[in-house]
DNA sequence: CAAACTGTAACCGCATCGGTTGCAGTTAAC
DNA sequence: GTTAACTGCAACCGATGCGGTTACAGTTTG
């Protein structure tokens, strides 16, 4: 619990690269490469991607994967709410006690608090979408990059 | 990884009941008692809270916890980074890639974009006090409490 | 047919969390 | 000075989730 899965990150640079190719498609193994990790968790976090309707897979052979959307309309917040789960804060699973004045009112205003704290990353996520990053990207490399 | 601990909302809890005690302490049972969690954890969440400087705990019977700064100084961000540790987004661990131009280049600018995001969400802990809290807590409960 | 893909399920090793027990150290009450 | 009530800390447990891997069924192309 000591933050996020990586998937996020994963996600993204998928996200990344697949703009990067401009409507062409990626098989897991290419993207997997360039993660330095394997197939099969690329493919599991990309399933996802597609569930949200980020991308699009094409199965048997030449197949691969794809954007199902432009670039700049596919933000890092949409990446992140597509792979991760639950609630960043966490709660304690106990019942709620008690005879206590505090114990007794402060559950709510603490699920306020957190949603508020994590509506604030979420809200500045939204604000870099996939095209602005690869353009970053592309800028501070300077070569002519494979995939 | 699906979160953070529930080592903050701990925190505040337990920084929450010793502003209401106004200058008093507790002892580590009575706050486990009203948190329906045990004296231990609380003593873990609560060292963590007086190596930061928000609390003083004082040893031997008739001994305690009590507040180190008055609750309109103490933020929830202070609990929050007291009681967290480490980064909420995670990255591969792995080699950084590649004859990859993506990949070769993301780590650094997805950095950027994570540590933004969490700066937006600790930048939001940061808006509420300890005392705006329990102003609150005491604002929807009515009867007088104990603790 | 064979080859190259996706899609899943199953299992492993590892880290971390919350929970618990046990015990040493400290202070106050009697 | 003995007992009681605390903190402080180490050790261990079970559960959970993650990343990694193997294996295999299904699908499409050559």
Same mark, same amino acid.
């Given at each position: ?41 690329? $493919? /599991? ?16 052979? =030449? ?8 670039? $700049? ?33 402060? =559950? ?10 994590? /509506? ?6 939204? $604000? ?14 300077? @070569?002519? @990059?494979?995939?």
């Amino acid at each position: 619990m000591a933050g996020l899965s990586s998937r996020s990150a994963v996600a993204i640079h998928a996200l990344a690269m697949l703009a990067n190719r401009r409507g062409g498609s990626l098989t897991s193994a290419e993207i997997a490469d360039s993660l330095g990790s394997n197939p099969v968790l690329v $493919r /599991r976090v990309l399933g996802r991607l597609r569930d949200a309707g980020l991308v699009r897979s094409t199965e048997g052979r =030449g197949g691969g994967w794809s954007l199902a959307r432009a670039p $700049r309309d596919i933000t890092l917040y949409d990446a992140y709410t597509a792979v991760e789960e639950g609630q960043i804060f966490s709660r304690h699973t106990h019942p709620p006690s008690s005879a206590c004045e505090v114990g007794r009112t402060i =559950g709510v205003l603490l699920d306020d608090e957190f949603r508020s704290a994590e /509506r604030a990353l979420e809200e500045q996520l939204g $604000r870099t979408t996939i095209a602005g990053l690869l353009q970053r990207i592309l800028a501070s490399g300077n @070569g002519a @990059g494979s995939h």
